[in-house]
């Protein structure tokens, strides 16, 4: 649930990086005319850059995105609960 929630909370922010759709995704060195991306570590949301158009999930991206802060959400709790039992073993 950790990494749905740092997902759709990464959609707040523009990335200016990171672009297209898994497997064709790229870095970009110069800023993308055209096309705004939301999300990281991968773009999953996307927007023309025109009046009034909506925005469009790329659904492939978002799972994936989520895939990954799952496994980061997880990696961090499971690092901080070894290290508290490694401090309180040292306190005894």
Known sequence: MLGFSVTILSGLFPNR??????PFVGIAYER???VGYWGYV???LRKIVYPSSAF???WRNLAADVAIWT???HALISMIKIRRRRMAQRST
């Open 42 to 44: 991968l773009p999953w």
């Open 32 to 34: 993308m005319l055209g």
């Open 17 to 22: 990086v990171v672009y297209g759709e898994i």
């Open 71 to 73: 496994l980061v959400s």
């Open 56 to 58: 469009e999930v790329v």
